[in-house]
């Protein structure tokens, strides 16, 4: 994945965002589910952060897409915390051992 400081800027900028999407499988939906509740409280507490956001989806068999995104101030906030948090990534692979499906790096205008 590229760094943050290496993207070329869309300007005029306002923050910067990761987004995570992955497919749960139904069986660990509620270890997820209730993981995310923490997850959210735990990166509210990282310098920089301004929100958290867990979009998620029901796919036929029952299994849950989610679509995950943290906004920061600064891109070098993001870095750091893509470098070292616990990031959704990480969190998924310790808990459903579920590979995200990609995750980006983005620059929020609006």
Same mark, same amino acid.
């Given at each position: 994945?590229?760094?943050?400081? &290496?993207?070329?800027? /869309?300007?005029?900028?306002?923050?910067?965002?990761?987004?995570?999407? /992955?497919?749960?499988?139904?069986?660990?939906?509620? /270890?997820?589910?209730?993981?995310?509740?923490?997850?959210?409280?735990?990166?509210?507490?990282?310098?920089?952060?301004?929100?958290? &956001?867990?979009?998620?989806?029901?796919?036929?068999?029952? &299994?849950?897409?989610?679509?995950?995104?943290?906004?920061? &101030?600064?891109?070098?906030?993001?870095?750091?915390?893509?470098?070292?948090?616990?990031?959704?990534?990480?969190?998924?692979?310790?808990? /459903?051992?579920?590979?995200?499906?990609?995750?980006?790096?983005?620059?929020?205008?609006?």
């Amino acid at each position: 994945m590229a760094s943050v400081t &290496d993207v070329p800027s /869309a300007l005029p900028y306002v923050s910067w965002s990761s987004a995570t999407f /992955a497919l749960i499988p139904f069986e660990q939906w509620e /270890a997820v589910y209730g993981s995310m509740q923490a997850l959210k409280g735990h990166i509210q507490e990282y310098p920089g952060v301004q929100r958290f &956001d867990v979009y998620a989806q029901p796919e036929p068999g029952e &299994d849950v897409r989610l679509h995950c995104y943290t906004t920061w &101030d600064t891109p070098e906030q993001l870095e750091a915390f893509l470098e070292r948090g616990y990031t959704v990534e990480r969190m998924l692979l310790d808990i /459903a051992g579920v590979q995200p499906e990609t995750t980006l790096l983005m620059e929020k205008i609006f």
